[in-house]
């Protein structure tokens, strides 16, 4: 393993990073999934075990892998390489970051998909569709439930959004770290946020705020399982865009002087305090009109352009929802297209133009396999083991297996084989927090991602 590649890029500020890695760690997880998750799993008990998990796996995981990326200052599996080299080990951990960046690769082929949907929403709520469906009250449901079935069966159009939206990821980041990814993040992130926060305001007034801040906040653990803890667990981990090359890349292009818990901290309790307000700017338009606050994945593009078309200025409501949520889906699609592009700039010397448009091109030829998918293709239908088709198995193997795996390896790899002498000067803290730390590297986070895995793969 070649270790002596490096990125030359910086961040121009503790600010940028703080803004580009939690616009990555901000996504459809934050907006979408975690809402229907905590309404699944029992409101406050889950957001209890959600924080704690947080600050428990989570943080430190994410200090490890930025730690490598800044010691490294290469893409993540060259980062490893050079790490576990200066630490007297094999070069032959790198497999780590391989390991992340594919699995972030195959993410980024149905989550562009997936991000797509939110666009072409936001045009079926700017164009009157929800409020249409609303005037007859009789058929609204159906209405939009069609919209919704006729948008992710039609191959023409999911090409149509898709693309659009790699086209404009794949732009972005060919203008590179300062010029491109900081720049969009700057007004990307502060633009999602006020329209949030709108939206949250908007819903306290027209919507039932009083009964979705107790079903968030309220904690009952005997409504929350086993199982629901284990969610819990794993959204935590996933929610900050970890063991996906991401955060290792970005530690990567971390300035000198910056300190990593302060701003891993900030990252963590930024991302969660997103989620926190996305629920309070879902949740009171989910009661108000009755919803089921278990209806998931449906509750974003089913079950609110329902309540959207009967609100007061539903459409506008509607339109500025979904432009937040194109908003914060495009800014995990340009942190998942970085570490592959700046791969191929830094270790097969092409220009940053060249190795973003072979990296989106890739993307998109593997995007058909999710689009067919959803369009039910036979030959996307999958007969071996579990069934299902490509975009399932896909799903599957980066969410159940590849993650997992990566986190528990970038746990071990940090807590035991990094020379603690490194891990101290990079997290410059006293002595008794270093020691905790280690403690969560060494054991709690291993294990506790271990717990997830096995669930996920059906174990228990």
Not at 22 to 44: C, D, Q, R, S
Not at 325 to 346: G, K, N, Q
Not at 413 to 423: C, D, H, M, T, Y
């Amino acid at each position: 393993m070649n270790t002596d590649t490096h990125v030359s890029n910086r961040w121009s500020s503790r600010y940028a990073y703080i803004l580009a890695a939690t616009g990555a760690a901000v996504g459809l997880g934050n907006i979408w999934k975690f809402p229907y998750i905590m309404g699944e799993n029992g409101g406050g008990a889950f957001v209890f075990v959600y924080l704690l998990c947080i600050f428990l796996i989570g943080i430190p995981v994410m200090m490890a892998e930025v730690v490598i990326g800044k010691r490294g200052r290469s893409t993540p599996a060259n980062a490893i390489a050079h790490v576990a080299t200066e630490s007297g080990h094999s070069s032959h951990w790198s497999i780590i970051g391989t390991i992340g960046v594919l699995a972030g690769f195959l993410i980024l082929s149905f989550y562009t998909v997936i991000a797509g949907w939110a666009v072409a929403y936001v045009f079926f709520a700017g164009s009157g569709e929800f409020s249409a469906a609303a005037a007859d009250p009789a058929t609204n449901a159906d209405m939009i439930g069609a919209l919704f079935t006729d948008l992710i069966t039609s191959v023409p159009q999911l090409l149509i959004w898709s693309s659009l939206t790699l086209i404009a990821a794949v732009y972005v980041i060919s203008k590179g770290v300062k010029n491109g990814l900081e720049t969009a993040i700057t007004y990307l992130m502060p633009s999602l946020l006020i329209l949030l926060v709108g939206i949250m305001l908007y819903s306290a007034v027209v919507g039932d705020f009083a009964s979705a801040f107790a079903f968030m906040f309220h904690v009952d653990f005997s409504q929350l399982t086993i199982e629901g803890a284990l969610v819990a667990l794993g959204h935590a981990f996933f929610t900050l865009s970890l063991a996906m090359g991401i955060m290792m890349i970005y530690g990567a292009y971390l300035p000198k002087g910056v300190s990593i818990v302060k701003t891993s901290i900030t990252i963590a309790v930024a991302d969660t305090v997103v989620a926190l307000i996305a629920g309070l700017a879902i949740y009171p338009i989910v009661f108000a009109n009755g919803l089921e606050p278990s209806a998931g994945p449906g509750l974003l593009f089913q079950s609110l352009p329902l309540a959207f078309g009967s609100m007061p200025f539903g459409d506008l409501v509607g339109t500025l929802f979904f432009i937040m949520i194109v908003f914060a889906a495009f800014t995990s699609v340009i942190a998942l297209l970085e570490s592959p592009t700046a791969y191929l700039a830094e270790r097969q010397k092409m220009s940053r133009t060249k190795a973003a448009i072979i990296t989106g091109v890739t993307v998109w030829i593997l995007s058909l396999l999710t689009i067919y998918s959803f369009a039910g293709a036979e030959w996307t239908k999958l007969s071996f083991g579990m069934g299902g088709d490509i975009f399932e198995f896909l799903d599957y193997i980066t969410a159940n297996i590849l993650l997992p795996l990566g986190g528990i390896f970038i746990s071990i790899f940090a807590g035991w084989v990094i020379k603690p002498e490194i891990l101290k000067e990079e997290f410059q803290m006293s002595d008794l927090s270093f020691a905790i730390v280690v403690l969560l590297l060494r054991f709690v986070a291993p294990i506790g991602i271990l717990l997830v895995f096995a669930n996920a793969i059906g174990l228990f």
